[in-house]
């Protein structure tokens, strides 16, 4: 079945690659591109490659493509099943994520206020960090809305994901393809755990799983030192949130084999929301799973990380209700 899907922020780093990708899914039959800026040639540009979707771009006034189109965020978010959010500004050196939150915050608070008025059932993958902030914010946005449902407000940790897999796999000597790390918690520094112990067939050596942990946890500081001052993980992440919304979509269409890790609202530790792997379904997330059996050095990590995250969490709770 056909599906519309709507990237918010797509003239960004991040929004465009993920609209191509986007783009080039064979879920998606319908793709509208909005930013503040240059969606007119971000859509022109991708409506020249011959994949199954139409694609519009939109920006909050004139100048939308194709140029009769609606312009704005309803016309955009109208019919959306999922949304996709890299709206927002990235890290510069020396930068955490919640340094972002000033910036966006707000552009969070206002972007999912429309998905609330204009797509109200969209399943919302949020990319834009503190994702541990701008999750509680979007849902305490909708709430106010009369429209908030656990199962379809979404943080991406996928890059975490994509990280663990790729480091791990590589120490193994494996196809990091074939790897598949469960990381929990949430997506900022020390809240990121891989929990490598579940990875059949490693056994790595104290120091050695210290210093992939670590990595995991601080690997998109080595991409935002490597651009030095020109921004984060863009390509990485772009496919990051494709292979997110994209098993999203296939779990709407009705595969009923979608696991993956998202942060969500949850009930698993006394932090209310918390990355795990979660069973999808037609309706967004069908099921907050559990994470398994853990090892003391990982508790020790989970203890360490939960005062963090939950102030990171009520930080933003409080910046939506006040
Ligand atoms: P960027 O600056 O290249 O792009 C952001 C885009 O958002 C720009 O095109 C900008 O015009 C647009 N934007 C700003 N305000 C907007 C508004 N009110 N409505 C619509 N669009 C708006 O930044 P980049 O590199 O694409 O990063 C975007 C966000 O993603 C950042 O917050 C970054 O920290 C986050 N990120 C998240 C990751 C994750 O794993 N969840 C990984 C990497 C980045």
Redesign the pocket.
């Known amino acids: 079945m056909g599906k519309k899907v709507c990237v918010?922020?797509?003239?960004?780093?991040?929004?465009q690659p993920l609209s191509l990708l986007m783009k080039l899914s064979p879920q998606v039959t319908e793709l509208s591109c909005?930013?503040?800026?240059?969606t007119a040639g971000v859509a022109a540009d991708l409506s020249h490659i011959p994949s199954n979707s139409s694609v519009t771009g939109h920006l909050?006034s004139a100048g939308t493509w194709p140029p009769t189109h609606d312009t704005g965020?309803e016309a955009a978010l109208k019919d959306a099943a999922v949304v996709v959010i890299?709206?927002?500004?990235?890290?510069k050196p020396g930068m955490t994520?919640d340094d972002?939150f000033n910036t966006?915050a707000?552009?969070v608070k206002?972007?999912v206020e429309a998905c609330g008025d204009f797509c109200p059932d969209a399943v919302l993958a949020?990319?834009?960090?503190?994702?541990n902030s701008t999750v509680p914010i979007a849902a305490e946005v909708l709430k106010k809305k009369g429209v908030y449902n656990p199962k379809k407000v979404l943080?991406?940790?996928?890059?975490?994901v994509c990280r663990a897999n790729t480091f791990v796999g590589n120490a193994m000597g494996k196809n990091p393809d074939d790897v598949d790390v469960t990381v929990i918690g949430g997506?900022a520094g020390i809240t990121i755990l891989p929990l490598f112990s579940q990875v059949e067939g490693f056994s790595p050596s104290d120091e050695e799983l210290e210093a992939l942990t670590v990595r995991t946890q601080f690997g998109?500081d080595e991409?935002v030192k490597a651009k030095a001052g020109a921004?984060?993980?863009?390509l990485?992440?772009a496919y990051?949130?494709y292979v997110f919304a994209e098993n999203v979509l296939k779990a709407m269409d009705g595969d009923d084999s979608i696991v993956q890790c998202a942060y969500v609202e949850s009930t698993l530790t006394d932090s209310p929301y918390f990355a795990s792997p979660c069973k999808f379904g037609k309706d967004g997330v069908e099921e907050v799973l559990g994470f398994g059996e853990i090892t003391a050095y990982e508790q020790g990590w989970l203890d360490k990380m939960l005062p963090d995250l939950k102030k990171q969490i009520q930080k933003g709770v409080d910046f939506a209700n006040n």
């Open positions: 918010l922020g797509a003239g960004g780093g991040i929004g909005y930013d503040i800026v240059g909050p965020l890299p709206a927002g500004v990235p890290r994520r972002l966006n707000g552009i206002t972007l949020i990319i834009s960090n503190p994702v943080g991406v940790t996928t890059l975490d997506h998109g991409v921004g984060s993980a863009t990485s992440m990051a949130g």
